[in-house]
């Protein structure tokens, strides 16, 4: 398994502003993940983030909006830029491990962030 | 994009009775993994299953996978108040996961 932390746990902004959130992994791993749960919804993945390259976004996510940083193998950052009360969401970031012959991702607390 | 049907969306029952929670999919996945998640907190792994056809059993949770791996199932048997939460099946392909909407369950004493 996986051991990692996040800051902040919850945060409360207003609107125009940005927050980054961090993430830390008690072991180097080659690739990082972020999502976003919307209220009452499941994960949607917001980018993949490789140490020494530029995050991988999908589809809908842009990387003016939601910046990330990967300075080394064992910490991350993502920071929700310009934010509007639809950016309040829980912000997750994970980590895949190999298990065998499969990889296993394993998830953060998460942030929760309400944006007013 | 491959989507993961989860049902039923909702579940409330009774400490003691079973209850069964589906992920179907048309498209087939080299593993598939299912995690509980409580109010406040991230996912938790519960299982990953590989192999279709696959019976996994994890204290009274018994997870299928089909043998076409486009599809499982989460029995709980005997449910209690701590079984209480999202359950959230995710399907593994190309170094991706896509998440089910999830079900919820609530388990009343």
Known sequence: ?116 | TQLLEQSPQFLSIQEGENLTVYCNSSSVFSSLQWYRQEPGEGPVLLVTVVTGGEVKKLKRLTFQFGDARKDSSLHITAAQPGDTGLYLCAGHSWGKLQFGAGTQVVVTP
């Open chain 1, 1 to 116: 398994s996986a051991v990692i932390s996040q800051k902040p746990s919850r945060d409360i902004c207003q609107r125009g502003t940005s927050l980054t959130i961090q993430c830390q992994v008690d072991s180097q791993v080659t690739m990082m993940f972020w999502y976003r749960q919307q209220p009452g919804q499941s994960l949607t993945l917001i980018a993949t983030a490789n140490q020494g390259s530029e995050a991988t976004y999908e589809s809908g996510f842009v990387i003016d909006k939601f910046p990330i940083s990967r300075p080394n193998l064992t910490f991350s950052t993502l920071t929700v830029s310009n934010m509007s009360p639809e950016d309040s969401s829980i912000y997750l970031c994970s980590v895949d491990r190999s298990q065998g012959f499969t990889d296993t991702q394993y998830f953060g607390p998460g942030t929760r962030l309400t944006v007013l």
